[in-house]
């Protein structure tokens, strides 16, 4: 039990690192960033959660690693984004990609489109890669999780943006 209770203290001193990539509209600023916008939620008509940025808000901070721009097979203009939370609020990166005006590729919830790739299970294009926590007196609990099938189908889908 000691090791399930040292993971939860990591988390409750946001001392976890949480890596995630994600596909989102358009051609997001490539440039590493923090985006620290503090988010509320409410419930919806239908009784979903949804969280929205509200200045009386809980903080929350979402690090904008990579991005590489492509283009959709329909010429749309997407960006494959490598994010690492700060915080865990809830659909954070939706709320917080959504509010600069790129939703996930998927993300009708959050305004983003359907995504209709050929043959593929339509979804949210979001995956958490990477979790790890240090176990003190033992090795750091590094899991990292490859991008699964469907989204790396979807993925191969698009072709590199040319910058020239």
């Given at each position: 039990?000691?090791?399930?209770?040292?993971a939860?203290?990591?988390?409750?001193?946001?001392?976890?690192?949480?890596?995630?990539?994600?596909?989102?509209?358009?051609h997001?600023?490539?440039?590493?960033?923090?985006v620290?916008?503090?988010?509320?939620?409410?419930?919806?008509?239908?009784?979903?959660?949804?969280?929205?940025?509200?200045?009386?808000?809980?903080?929350?901070r979402?690090?904008?690693?990579?991005?590489?721009?492509?283009?959709?097979?329909?010429?749309?203009?997407?960006?494959?984004?490598k994010?690492?939370?700060?915080?865990?609020?809830?659909?954070?990166?939706?709320?917080?990609?959504s509010?600069?005006?790129?939703?996930?590729?998927?993300?009708?919830?959050?305004?983003?489109?359907?995504?209709?790739?050929?043959?593929?299970?339509?979804?949210?294009?979001?995956?958490?890669?990477?979790?790890?926590?240090?176990?003190?007196?033992?090795?750091p609990?590094?899991?990292?999780?490859?991008?699964?099938?469907?989204?790396?189908?979807?993925?191969?889908l698009?072709?590199?943006?040319?910058t020239?």
């Amino acid at each position: 039990y000691r090791g399930f209770y040292a993971a939860l203290l990591q988390f409750a001193a946001r001392r976890v690192l949480k890596e995630y990539v994600c596909l989102c509209e358009g051609h997001l600023d490539p440039a590493p960033r923090l985006v620290s916008l503090p988010l509320s939620s409410s419930l919806t008509g239908d009784g979903r959660k949804k969280s929205y940025v509200d200045a009386r808000g809980k903080p929350a901070r979402t690090e904008i690693r990579a991005v590489f721009h492509l283009l959709s097979p329909g010429g749309r203009a997407l960006s494959f984004v490598k994010l690492r939370l700060h915080t865990g609020r809830l659909h954070q990166i939706r709320c917080h990609l959504s509010s600069e005006g790129h939703p996930l590729v998927g993300d009708e919830f959050y305004g983003g489109q359907e995504w209709h790739a050929a043959g593929q299970t339509p979804r949210v294009f979001l995956h958490a890669c990477r979790l790890q926590i240090d176990m003190r007196d033992q090795l750091p609990l590094d899991a990292q999780l490859p991008l699964p099938a469907d989204l790396r189908s979807a993925l191969l889908l698009t072709t590199p943006w040319d910058t020239r």
